[in-house]
T-cell receptor, first 112, second 109 residues
Framework: EAAVTQSPRSKVAVTGGKVTLSCHQTNNHDYMYWYRQDTGHGLRLIHY???????EKGDIPDGYKASRPSQENFSLILELASLSQTAVYFCASSEGGNTEVFFGKGTRLTVV | GQQVQQSPASLVLQEGENAELQCNFS?????LQWFYQSPGGSLVSLLS???GTKHTGRLTSTTVTKERRSSLHISSSQTTDSGTYLCAIDMSNYNVLYFGSGTKLTVEP
């Protein structure tokens, strides 16, 4: 069974602080993604990566950085957290192309 | 702009009734996927259907690519089907998905 593990599962951060969300996959997938979901809405893509040491911007990259140090790990970094970044963040992996996408269980981030 | 639109936004059924969920998209899609999001928030892929009709269990998806629309039919609904159904398209072949806002389904006993 494919597995995508996110940590932490929830976090409260202070405005202006740095936040790092981590994602680890054991699927041997090349593609990894970070999405955010706001209450009552679908998911929006922040960053993605198709190879280690390289990341690509998604639809809403402003205020976020991503890091892919290895095939298995993909981090999302908020250098200066803001109230508007309160959301649930999902990491996902896939083989690319028309293949199934596997999601982690999400990280609930609250910025106060 | 809004790439993917889903309707209805919410739907309440009695157990045993059928559900029909709609997804319309504004751009050519190389991939279309339906996801289920549980009330607890977990996401699972249900069906991948860029064109034609696909069945799995009580689910049937029909996608008409030229008309940029897809439907998900759930037969004989059960209370455990309650949750949010999300439609997503990929225009890139990298599985970079654009999601609709979802249809919240409530199945009452």
């Amino acid at each position: 069974e494919a597995a995508v593990t996110q940590s932490p599962r929830s976090k409260v951060a202070v405005t202006g602080g740095k936040v790092t969300l981590s994602c680890h996959q054991t699927n041997n997938h090349d593609y990894m993604y970070w999405y955010r979901q706001d209450t009552g809405h679908g998911l929006r893509l922040i960053h993605y990566s198709y190879v280690a040491d390289s990341t690509e911007k998604g639809d809403i990259p402003d205020g976020y950085k991503a890091s892919r140090p290895s095939q298995e790990n993909f981090s999302l970094i908020l250098e200066l957290a803001s109230l508007s970044q309160t959301a649930v963040y999902f990491c996902a992996s896939s083989e690319g192309g028309n293949t199934e996408v596997f999601f982690g269980k999400g990280t609930r981030l609250t910025v106060v | 702009g809004q790439q993917v639109q889903q309707s209805p936004a919410s739907l309440v059924l009695q157990e045993g009734e059928n559900a029909e969920l709609q997804c319309n998209f504004s751009s050519t899609a190389t991939q279309l996927q339906w996801f289920y999001q549980s009330p607890g928030g977990s996401l699972v892929s249900l069906l991948s259907n860029p064109s034609g009709t696909k069945h799995t269990g009580r689910l049937t998806s029909t996608t008409v690519t030229k008309e940029r629309r897809s439907s998900l039919h759930i037969s004989s609904s059960q209370t455990t089907d309650s949750g949010t159904y999300l439609c997503a398209i990929d225009m890139s072949n990298y599985n970079v998905l654009y999601f609709g806002s979802g249809t919240k389904l409530t199945v009452e006993p």
